[in-house]
């Protein structure tokens, strides 16, 4: 198979690392890639938002495949853009249709599939600046802390949680009166404030039938002990401790099996992965968000304990054949810790070169945000690199990942030294 893979972070280069292993595979190209993908297959220098650029690359590298890693090109229709074109046609796409990226691009537009088909979820409105005063109304019914979501995609940042009833409103109408978060805010979602614990399940689908991957844990929160500002995350580890098999039952048939028939019954067809941000309330399962993608930490634990060949089930995927694909789960545990740029997540300097690399022989180092000019790798982004090891537990595969990470210097490198200490 001749696989293109759109993309260029963390979740990528495990995507590209895993699909590196199969032996259905005949070349891999990633567009655009980082300095990490560059050892597993081959970097191409193309914006993946240009459907026309990635279209003539499809077609004069003869790709069987074409595997879309971030949101923003499903959100913005690439699948719809292969379905429509003839000449696309015999090649395979992984990731929903536009219609269906909503699942993620609109959290009006997943509170209300989950209300449809009772999939369990906090109580919520949706406002605009039409009716700002409503907003404020249901505000006032709500016990603090108060969740403000945008509507549409903010790189991550479009969530608020504030403890003051007045900072609230405040915000509410920043967000639909001044744009906030651009057109994202255009309508935001209000929703009570679920107290427990998050995790991270993830299905692929045919649209038909599904198969659940290996369920993780990420760290959102840039200071230890979960402080501090949100970032694109940490670390995560899996799988997680207190997901027990009655919890997972749970999930499978409260949230998993609804939401697939759910599409199935609302006529949205969706080929590719669901990514379901969960709470634990008390042991009971309660979605949080959907994403019509992998996570980014989390691929760089769950690739790693997924045994299962991903071209495979890839193929199963947009040949309609999953039912008849097998997953199995390495029993290891496996933990990734995030080296990040200092200052991340506000501002933040590129360009610092990354030492020991080389070193490292107990973990394999995923790249995020990374550059390379001949031998010499460079920082590109704010989380620069992804250090995930196995071990026989969380606390063994910790240590590994802590161990290797001493190995690696770039200048003023941060990483947080809790992760995973809440679930021990």
Request: charged share 25%.
């Amino acid at each position: 198979m001749r696989v293109l893979l759109l993309g260029s972070g963390g979740r990528e280069h495990a995507l590209a690392w895993k699909m590196s292993n199969s032996s259905l595979l005949e070349e891999l190209f990633i567009a655009p890639g980082n300095a990490g993908t560059r050892q597993v297959g081959k970097n191409v220098n193309l914006n993946i938002n240009d459907f026309g650029a990635v279209k003539n690359f499809v077609l004069e590298n003869d790709i069987n495949l074409v595997v879309v890693g971030p949101e923003e090109p499903l959100v913005l229709g690439i699948v719809d853009f292969f379905e429509a074109d003839g000449d696309l046609k015999k090649v395979g796409i992984v990731g929903p249709t536009k219609y269906a990226a909503q699942m993620e691009g609109s959290k009006d537009f997943a509170k209300e599939f989950m209300k449809r088909h009772n999939i369990p979820t906090a109580k919520y409105e949706t406002f605009t600046k039409d009716n700002l005063e409503q907003g404020y109304a249901f505000i006032d019914k709500l016990k603090p802390p108060y969740v403000l979501k945008a509507d549409g995609l903010a790189a991550g940042k479009g969530v608020l949680i504030l403890d003051s009833k007045e900072e609230a409103k405040k915000e509410l109408r920043s967000m639909l009166m001044d744009a906030k978060f651009g057109d994202a805010s255009s309508k935001v979602v209000i929703e009570e404030f679920l107290k427990g614990v998050e995790l991270s399940c993830f299905v692929i689908t045919d649209g038909d039938s599904y198969k659940i991957l290996p369920e993780a844990k990420d760290y959102k929160r840039i200071g230890e002990g979960d402080k501090g500002l949100n970032t694109g995350g940490m670390g995560a580890v899996s799988p997680v401790p207190f997901a027990n098999p009655t919890f997972l039952d749970k999930v499978e048939n409260q949230v998993i099996i609804p939401t697939v028939k759910g599409l199935k019954q609302d006529n949205i067809p969706y080929k590719g992965f669901i990514f379901f941000g969960l709470i634990n309330v008390k042991n009971e399962p309660f979605v949080i968000e959907y994403n019509c993608r992998m996570g980014d930490p989390e691929t760089e634990v769950v690739m790693p304990r997924l045994k299962s060949d991903l071209l495979d089930l890839f193929e199963g995927v947009v040949t309609n054949t999953l039912s008849e694909r097998d997953v199995q789960f390495d029993e290891r545990s496996a933990a990734t810790v995030m080296m990040v740029s200092g200052g991340y997540p506000e501002a933040y300097e590129k360009g610092k070169q990354i030492y020991g690399l080389g070193n490292v022989t107990d973990s394999i180092v995923f790249h995020a945000g990374t550059a390379s000019d001949g031998p010499v790798v460079t920082s590109a982004g704010g989380r620069v690199l992804a250090v995930t090891s196995y071990g026989k537990n969380l606390d063994s595969a910790l240590d590994r990942s802590y161990n290797s990470i001493e190995k690696i210097q770039f200048d003023k490198a941060y990483f947080r030294r809790d992760i995973g200490h809440d679930v021990l």
